[in-house]
């Protein structure tokens, strides 16, 4: 079932998400659903906010992008209550776009190297170091489950450029073409 996306303005995207604990009421089908909703707005990673519940879910599928980053080439995962314990190595620049601020794309700094611990599907724990592009979509991720959202990162100027991008999404006179929870 696809479900509707929220969007910039939104108090959902931020809150600080909950743990989720083994005993989740259909559990299964969310990460479903949120898997094809991600699928049909041809996003590579979704978090749980993004559907309108505060708790500590993410899903990810890179691989569509295994053809430019070989590393990418087994990136679909589901993450329960992950972690970041550690960021680490340079900062980088890379341009990100996000769901739930449909239209809008920055350049946007952060580590390039994390070390993460979480759950999968089946609360199975992990601890991880990953770099690059799976650090960069995990970072972005992990930062909805905070309460953050990507344009948070950058400059206030730059902010100031977007401003009225942001006030037409958060007004709902932005319609991208995938399904939207309008904001009340
Ligand atoms: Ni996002």
């Known amino acids: 079932m696809i479900l509707p996306i929220t969007v910039y303005g939104n108090p959902v995207l931020r809150k600080v998400a909950k743990e989720i604990k083994e005993d989740y009421k259909?559990?299964?089908?969310l990460i479903e659903n949120m898997f094809?909703?991600?699928?049909?707005?041809?996003?590579?990673?979704?978090a749980a906010p993004q559907v309108n519940k505060s708790i500590r879910l993410i899903v990810i599928d890179?691989?569509?992008?295994?053809?430019d980053e070989p590393?990418?080439?087994?990136?679909?995962?589901?993450?329960?209550?992950?972690?970041?314990?550690?960021?680490?190595?340079?900062?980088?620049?890379?341009?990100?776009?996000?769901?739930?601020?449909?239209?809008i794309r920055e350049d946007v700094?952060?580590?390039?190297k994390i070390r993460i611990v979480y759950q999968d599907e089946n609360f199975n724990e992990f601890e991880e170091v990953w770099e690059g592009v799976k650090a960069r979509i995990v970072q972005h991720?992990?930062?909805h489950l905070q309460g953050k959202l990507f344009v948070d990162h950058i400059s206030p100027i730059k902010k100031r450029l977007i401003n009225s991008k942001l006030t037409a999404i958060a007004k709902g006179k932005t319609i991208p073409?995938?399904?939207?929870?309008?904001n009340k």
């Open 62 to 67: 890179a691989t569509p992008f295994a053809e």
């Open 109 to 112: 700094t952060r580590p390039t």
């Open 71 to 103: 590393d990418l080439k087994d990136f679909k995962k589901v993450f329960i209550n992950p972690e970041i314990l550690e960021f680490k190595g340079e900062k980088e620049l890379f341009n990100e776009g996000c769901l739930s601020l449909p239209g």
């Open 177 to 182: 073409d995938y399904k939207i929870m309008r």
């Open 141 to 143: 991720e992990h930062d």
């Open 26 to 29: 259909d559990l299964d089908k």
């Open 36 to 46: 094809e909703t991600m699928y049909k707005a041809e996003g590579v990673g979704l």
